[in-house]
């Protein structure tokens, strides 16, 4: 009988900074089943949800966004993600380091972040069960 | 000639002269009369003429005075926003700041987390304890990062306390007390609690509230060595009351009326013990009982012989 494949899901992260990015890679390393990819400009996760919207890119299950980035800050792609018919569905969990209340209450009462993760605090062990629930 | 006084009341605001061709004394009686009529129109049309001009230099020093009002106002609306610009510049600068602190911390953090739990593979022991070393001065770190940004925010008046009503002291306190309990366990010193009465719910923003208490009981488990500390939960008269009882280094008499003040107010014994301050929680703390329209104060027989931090709450 041939095995039966199942689907690899798919997290887009959002993250600038190329220590990070090592750090989350590291992360998923033992992890088959998901798909992680890196976008490390605001303006590349913009361009992405046009390409989703015209079909010439893949949805992804989740995204991670970080909010202070070099070219766009995060709450912007969050509003267009949202605003895009395919990609309004996306799960968003937002890890930053960007603290303050009047963020956390825009990022998940205005918009619907699922979460607002503070990476000095959600380290990769606390971090990796959170998203692997929401990935099943 | 004739000279008529003009009479406004009970003075004489001018005279007014009149030449007559014909001798005053011939005018017939209707003459005279239309003479007089004459003249006090003319006294009557004078007086509302002097009153006009008085009218229009009062209405130019009043629309002097609006302008300078006006431009006062101008000035001060200005300040405002000005302060307000600046505020919120601070505090954006602060959160920036704070981001780009707490960054390179995260790698740190991260990676150490990574390496305790074994995710590259098992460690030789001397090296995995100085991994815990750098683990520990790398929470630190994030700790006082955390606090400063929370200390500016307090400064600012940016982050208001909300108080919400029917908050349990007593079940805040036992939430407060698990997450402290490992840390007084290792040091080998009791942490108690002890409830007095029946407490009474208050009004207070929870989250903030257990900062506070979670920074001066923390603060007196790291500065006992012997012995350990006692928190007393009782309520008199519309107050809910918590005591904070340690038995550790005390604090000095000079010191007290300004601890919960100033930031970074650290004896020098405490400065000789630890490298990272708690003056700054100390403040923060003192700034949340403010918010809860209580009271915090602290007492010490002086150093060497332990301290008692009192906190009084309002039931409303």
Redesign the interface.
Known sequence: MPKTKTKQKHILWVED?Q??VD??T??FIKVKNIKVEFLKLGQLALDRIKEIEEGKAEKPDLLMLDL?LPDINGDKIFEQLRKTPSTKDIPVFIL??????Q?EIKMTKELDAEKYL????W????LMPVILDRMK | MLVYPLIKGNDVTGILLMGLSVDYSTLSNFEKESIKNCLDVTALLLDKAYLYKNLQASYEIEKIGKEQAKRAYEVERKAKEDVQELDKNK?EFM??T??HL??????N???L??LT?G?FGKIPKKINDIILELKESTDKE?KV??EL?DVSSYQLGK?LTKLIPGVDIEDLLNETLKDLKIQAEKKGIYLKFEKEGVIPKISSDRTKLKIALTNIIDNCVKYTKQGGVTIILKSDNGTVIILVKDTGMGIAKELLPNLFNHTFQRSEEAKKQFAVGKGIGLFLSGKIIEGHHGKIWAESEGEGKGSTFHIELPVV
């Open positions: 900074d220590q990070l750090l989350y590291a992360m202070l930053t380091n960007y603290g303050g209340e963020m503070v990476k000095t605090e380290v990769p062990t606390k | 505090t959160l920036i704070q981001h707490r960054t390179p911390l995260s790698v953090a991260g990676f987390d990574l739990q995710e994030i990062v955390n940004l982050e």
